[in-house]
């Protein structure tokens, strides 16, 4: 189970500021995107970067996975995965109301699902 949470962790933890990277460099002006869309999704830069940090401790502890790092393993995971569910959640819901294309849904429910296994991986090694 450890490892499937450091794998989970790690590919969040990668992909996250790899989006920003590429978002960044890009030129927004010319995007079919409702006005505010930029504002809307750079508000989400400092958000993203913390939980990818969050999943970054969050694999560490698993992989080394004794005694207190398994505790603390557990409060990063779960506070990764409630970040993952709320900020992909608002997204979809943004998406939603702003008619998104169809690759727009496709990368929150990615993401929402990724938290709720997160969540149950922690969840399942709990009660394991």
Known sequence: MTVGIAALSLLWAVIIPAYWAMWLRGDHA????????????RAFLLPDLTLSLLLWVTAILA?????SSSGAMMVTGLTAGGMMLFLGLIDLSYDLGQGARARDYAGDVLLVGSACA???????GAVA
């Open 118 to 124: 997160l969540v149950g991986l922690i969840a399942a």
């Open 63 to 67: 992989l080394r996975g004794s005694g």
């Open 30 to 41: 010319g995007d079919a995107h409702p006005p505010g869309y930029v504002a809307h999704e």
